[in-house]
């Protein structure tokens, strides 16, 4: 499982763009890029997996650089409802577990 | 999406005794769900991964006879945590991958969690 490193915490307004970066300098060829929400007193919820290049749902953008050292996620217009954890997670896809690192404390300020 | 329940919510109990959490798929079946703690304002802590049909495996630290797994259905795990201490309060989750798979490699659905208080 690839080490993470991300920042610990983040403030930010409503209705402005959040970008929280993910570093794993060791991610390995079969490594997929995934990214969960938690609210306070809530399990942890999906939000977007990539592997390369750009992805895009309804909630959040994913951009991976051509190297796959780092990634990038990035919420669009938060709302105070945002205001979670987010945690980038790196890992084979075959490997059942998942271990989480510390995450990111992204407040937002209204 | 698929989802995960958790029973109890919240639990208060006195120290010695023993609790009874409970993990379930609602719509989906799992041969192997994950118990995970979180202490407050920490990370996730993964404790186990339970097998269905088979024992669980436990994570280096975590003691397998205070916290018994129990896996006996595709749909239905549980996590006792015997002789319970004040220092075991915390917060439980569940997680499960559905068998049938989905658009997303390895997501994994997480309950609700269930807040332990021992007195």
């Known amino acids: 499982l690839a080490k993470t490193t991300q920042p610990i915490s983040m403030d930010s307004y409503e209705g402005q763009e959040v970008n929280i970066t993910c570093s794993h300098n060791n991610i390995a060829t079969n490594d997929y890029i995934t990214w969960y929400q938690q609210f306070p007193s809530q399990g942890p919820r999906f939000i977007i997996q990539g592997y390369k290049t750009k992805v895009t749902n309804e909630v959040a953008s994913l951009f991976i650089p051509a190297d796959r050292k780092s990634s990038t996620l990035s919420l669009p217009r938060v709302s105070l409802s945002d205001t979670a954890v987010y945690y980038c997670?790196?890992?084979?896809?075959?490997?059942?577990?998942?271990?989480f690192g510390k995450g990111t404390r992204l407040h937002i300020l209204p | 999406g698929a989802v995960v329940s958790q029973h109890p919510s919240r639990v208060i109990c006195k120290s010695g005794t023993s609790v009874k959490i409970e993990c379930r798929s609602l719509d989906f079946q799992a041969t192997t769900m994950f118990w995970y703690r979180q202490f407050p304002k920490k990370s996730l802590m993964l404790m186990a991964t339970?097998?269905?049909?088979?024992?669980?495996?436990?994570e280096q630290g975590v003691e397998k006879d205070k916290f018994l797994i129990n896996h006996a259905s595709l749909t239905l795990s549980t996590l006792t945590v015997t002789s319970a201490h004040p220092e075991d309060s915390s917060f439980y989750i569940c997680?499960?991958?559905?068998?049938?798979?989905?658009?997303?490699?390895?997501?994994?659905?997480f309950g609700p969690g269930t807040r332990l208080t021992v007195l």
């Open positions: 997670l790196v890992g084979d896809v075959r490997d059942d577990k998942i271990i």
């Open positions: 339970s097998n269905e049909g088979s024992k669980a495996t436990y």
């Open positions: 997680s499960a991958r559905d068998l049938a798979g989905g658009p997303s490699y390895n997501e994994q659905f």
